[in-house]
């Protein structure tokens, strides 16, 4: 085990800050097999107009069982509290990001290949974030 530190307490402790919005950027949900599997992203900004940003996912295979009936929800769960972590100055897990399953089922494998999820989520904050070009010069 390790310390932890609850979604809760973050919001909590994000809105003493001043947070001025939470707004999910990307959400993502394929069938993954007979499971399901999502992607989220989400930005937090505060007060003062620093924006945070934080990516996240979701499965049976990562999540403990009985959140693992709900992956969009974990999903945006985890992405928040990475959001509300990096923008906080907050470096330890959230107890939503951890599961036992992560730690004892981890896939090490580095020929697995990518979920469609997460192509389709990658593919659509680089559509917001870098402009198309037509030529590098």
């Known amino acids: 085990g390790g310390s932890f530190i609850p979604l809760s307490e973050l919001?909590?402790?994000?809105?003493?800050?001043g947070i001025r919005s939470i707004v999910p950027q990307n959400v993502a949900s394929e069938p993954e097999g007979t499971?399901?599997?999502?992607?989220?992203?989400?930005?937090?900004?505060f007060e003062d107009g620093k924006s945070y940003g934080g990516s996240?996912?979701?499965s049976i295979r990562n999540t403990d069982d009985v959140f693992a009936?709900?992956?969009?929800?974990?999903?945006e769960?985890?992405?928040l509290a990475r959001a509300l972590r990096f923008g906080l100055g907050i470096n330890m897990c959230?107890?939503?990001?951890?599961?036992s399953k992560t730690i004892t089922n981890a896939i090490t494998d580095p020929t697995t290949s990518i979920q469609a999820a997460q192509i389709s989520a990658i593919?659509?904050?680089?559509?917001?974030?870098?402009?198309?070009?037509?030529?590098i010069f």
């Open 11 to 17: 919001l909590r402790i994000g809105h003493l800050r």
């Open 35 to 45: 499971t399901r599997y999502a992607f989220a992203s989400v930005l937090v900004t």
């Open 56 to 58: 996240a996912d979701s």
């Open 69 to 75: 009936l709900y992956p969009v929800c974990m999903a």
């Open 77 to 79: 769960n985890r992405a």
């Open 94 to 99: 959230s107890k939503e990001e951890i599961s």
């Open 123 to 135: 593919k659509n904050i680089c559509k917001k974030h870098i402009p198309f070009r037509t030529s």
